[in-house]
């Protein structure tokens, strides 16, 4: 199943969730070592600064939304937290190498109690949800009160100059090597362009404020090519 239309266009509602599982299914076996390549090994940079950014205690109950192979929940576990992953993609779990309990669940109707967790986390993920503001939602009632909420994503530079090296690697290069590595340029055509169903700055902030949170903070890194999005629970 091709995840872009025959018109390159991105897919919507009920479509998006099906392709984008069935994606993320097929890609799962070679999803880490494909990351670190196409992010020229920074993925991990950006969940340290993430991790740091959350500011919690060790031993802090983290939940780490839309986990995948685990990555973000073993980074969590180095840090001194107890991390616990849930992901909707059945491949991606299956993949996954951590010690930390997963869950196959969808982002937007989280099977966990409220107030739960001392902090959420969201790996490059915020894009791929079909309903992001029910995703926000879902994240803040799990979350203790002044519980963290940090996520880090992929987004377009504003910069003229970084857009278009951006451009080339993520347009040009990461096709080529997810046809390499993950034998999918289909997907790494899709991922790089994934980037604009990530709502602008203002919309976003809106949406973390009327779901829950406070204290905002969108910071960018690495010359504007991944956004970090922080809150705490109201």
């Known amino acids: 199943m091709s995840v872009l239309g025959p018109d390159g266009a991105l897919p919507q509602g009920d479509e998006k969730r099906r392709t984008v599982q069935a994606m993320f299914d097929r890609v799962a076996p070679t999803y880490e070592r494909t990351n670190r390549v196409i992010s020229l090994g920074l993925d991990r940079r950006w969940r340290d600064t993430a991790i740091v950014t959350l500011g919690l205690t060790r031993g802090s109950r983290v939940l780490d939304v839309a986990c995948g192979t685990g990555d973000f929940c073993r980074d969590l576990a180095d840090a001194g937290h107890h991390a616990v992953g849930v992901d909707f993609s059945a491949g991606m779990l299956a993949a996954a190498h951590t010690a930390a309990p997963l869950v196959r669940a969808d982002a937007s109707t989280l099977p966990i109690p409220d107030a739960a967790f001392d902090g959420v986390t969201c790996g490059f993920a915020l894009r791929n949800f079909v309903e992001l503001d029910v995703v926000l939602r879902e994240c803040a009632r799990v979350l203790r009160r002044g519980g963290r909420f940090v996520a880090v994503d992929a987004t377009v530079p504003t910069n003229r100059l970084v857009r278009a090296g951006n451009t080339v690697w ?32 203002d919309t976003l902030r809106t949406m973390l404020s009327d779901a829950g949170f406070v204290d905002l903070e969108l910071r960018s890194l690495t010359g504007g090519s991944v956004l970090l999005v922080a809150g705490s629970r109201a």
């Open 170 to 201: 993520f347009r040009g290069a990461v096709p080529l090597l997810g046809r390499f590595l993950a034998r999918d340029a289909d997907a790494y055509r899709y991922l790089p362009k994934s980037t604009a169903y990530l709502p602008p700055s």
